[in-house]
């Protein structure tokens, strides 16, 4: 016989709560120092990233501040509705102050298929803004050259698109433990979409490093000053990446394959 009253509605009233709960609760995957959190990235939290990227990313990122994109109001709009896509469906991380709540940093990412390609490589696509367009020409001639499909023998993998964490919180191996984070925790987890191998184009050096020290490996390398795009006023091929920040001179694509009875090694880089 089935238990009715009171007793029986307030339990179903828990029960309903406690799930609806843990739905929108995001997963809290590691804290460092008793003090930052790293978690998965919810919806809620979509535009505490984007404006992140719009107030810092842009002004950082070396490839990206180095185009002067900020300059550009098409290709920062373009931009940020391409990290929404992708945040929509992903497998991305925060990195969270406990004390304030504030949001630190972020590491974007998305399960990728040969057949499948996501549009921000796709060189057929027109991008509003001549920045960005010509920002997208370059990772494409990056990834087509530094082929992680080929190189591991895979059709899918995960791909880093945005990595960034801000400068007052670096050196602290927040931006180690977003990439590490993922390779070890989450993409574990989704097994049965059979993904091993983690990919991405690393734009600095301290990216780079994080990422070697993590077991991935460069099979791509260009440097900034010999990639040219056309003036429009007079035609010729000048130097599209200035002032590069922090002595970065190359972009890199790395991937690594990681084994189901393996995880990658710990490494030291901090960022």
């Not at 921000?120 to 803004?129: A, C, I, Q």
């Not at 429009?232 to 000048?238: A, I």
């Amino acid at each position: 016989m089935v238990e009715s009253g009171p007793n029986m509605l307030m339990q179903d009233w828990k029960d309903d709560y406690l799930i609806e709960t843990a739905i929108e609760s995001p997963r809290v995957w590691n804290t460092l120092y008793d003090n930052i959190i790293i978690q998965e990235l919810k919806s809620d939290r979509f535009d505490e990233v984007l404006k992140m990227i719009e107030e810092h990313y842009i002004y950082d990122e070396p490839l990206i501040q180095s185009s002067q994109m900020h300059t550009d109001n098409g290709s920062v709009e373009e931009y940020l509705y391409l990290v929404r896509t992708w945040m929509k469906d992903t497998l991305s991380t925060v990195a969270v102050e406990q004390e304030t709540g504030n949001l630190v940093g972020f590491l974007v990412c998305r399960f990728n298929e040969i057949h499948n390609r996501d549009p921000e490589f796709s060189k057929d696509r027109v991008y509003e803004g001549t920045i960005l367009r010509e920002l997208q020409k370059f990772k494409h001639y990056l990834t087509k050259r530094g082929n992680a499909y080929k190189h591991n023998n895979v059709d899918r993998m995960l791909e880093v698109y945005s990595w960034f964490v801000l400068p007052q919180y670096r050196s602290k191996g927040i931006g180690t433990e977003l990439l590490r984070n993922v390779m070890e925790r989450q993409l574990p987890e989704y097994g049965w979409f059979d993904i091993q191998v983690v990919a991405g184009v690393f734009t600095d050096k301290v990216s780079q490093r994080i990422a070697e020290s993590l077991g991935m490996v460069t099979l791509y390398e260009f440097v900034y000053s010999a990639w040219t795009a056309t003036n429009k006023t007079t035609g010729e091929q000048v130097e599209f990446f200035k002032e590069i920040v922090r002595e970065n001179y190359s972009a890199k694509v790395m991937s690594v394959k990681i084994g189901r009875s393996s995880s990658v090694h710990s490494g030291t880089g901090q960022t």
